[in-house]
């Protein structure tokens, strides 16, 4: 069969139009909507429409959006230099959650929370869920891409739940006199005891003088738990190099009395 072919000619042009709704304080939700128009009848509804969502700050909105206007998503980089002067870089990423996450989150013991469910969505699709009257996610926060950390719309860190056992801790009978521990720690709320008893650390982890350990987790309040991450990341201190030392030297479970002294 000969094949055929059809010209035509027409004028193509493109609409833009951004619509902005109000998040929380300084950030809006955008969508951004690109729309073909032809001087052919028709033809405009052959060429694809397109749709870009996200999260902006208010002092990133131009004055007059044009089809060239570069709208300025948001991510925060958040850069410190910690212990041993060396620089850290973390980048965080907007989500809307509802409070029934914010609950759960806080008592999350993973290392990892999903962003992928039903309480959670991300910048893409902000403006659809500031529009629905019935969606319940309305609380603004952003997520670290490096260690987990969560802090709210005016980026202030969120508390989680802080593990304890004879690695990182140091929660064990070489350095702590346990029993003491464990019946100071029974009477604290925010404190979560692995089997409420003094454990056993597996063979292939125990040393001579370092048999048994305790086992459970500290639920701070947001303020001590802010506090934490303030002197950890900022003090110059020597040994301040994870938040368990910190924790340590500021007595912050009010445990050092039963520490024990380690000769070395």
């Not at 007595?251 to 024990?260: N, S």
Request: with cysteine; proline share 3%; net charge positive.
């Amino acid at each position: 069969m000969e094949q055929q072919t059809a010209n035509i000619s027409a004028e193509i042009s493109i609409e833009r139009k951004v619509d902005f709704i109000r998040v929380v304080g300084n950030y809006y939700a955008f969508r951004s909507v690109y729309t073909p128009k032809s001087s052919k009848k028709g033809l405009a509804s052959w060429l694809p429409k397109s749709s870009v969502q996200g999260l902006i700050h208010k002092d990133n909105i131009p004055k007059k959006v044009t089809v060239n206007s570069k709208l300025k998503g948001v991510t925060i980089v958040d850069k410190y230099i910690g212990y041993g002067k060396c620089v850290y870089e973390t980048t965080y990423f907007p989500f809307l959650v509802n409070e029934k996450f914010l609950k759960e989150f806080r008592k999350n013991k993973e290392f990892r929370i999903p962003c992928t469910s039903n309480d959670t969505v991300d910048a893409s699709s902000f403006f659809d869920e500031m529009s629905n009257e019935k969606s319940d996610k309305r609380i603004l926060v952003f997520l670290s891409n490096y260690d987990n950390t969560w802090r709210d719309h005016n980026f202030r860190m969120l508390s989680r739940p802080i593990y304890f056992d004879y690695i990182d801790a140091r929660m064990d009978n070489k350095n702590y006199h346990l029993n003491k521990v464990l019946e100071h720690l029974r009477k604290r709320e925010d404190i979560e005891i692995e089997g409420d008893k003094v454990l056993e650390i597996p063979y292939y982890n125990r040393d001579e003088d370092r048999t048994r350990y305790l086992s459970f987790w500290w639920y701070p309040t947001d303020r001590v738990y802010r506090n934490l991450y303030t002197l950890y990341r900022e003090s110059k201190e020597e040994g301040f190099w994870n938040i368990y030392r910190v924790i340590e030297a500021k007595d912050k479970l009010g445990i050092e009395k039963y520490r024990k002294v380690v000769e070395v």
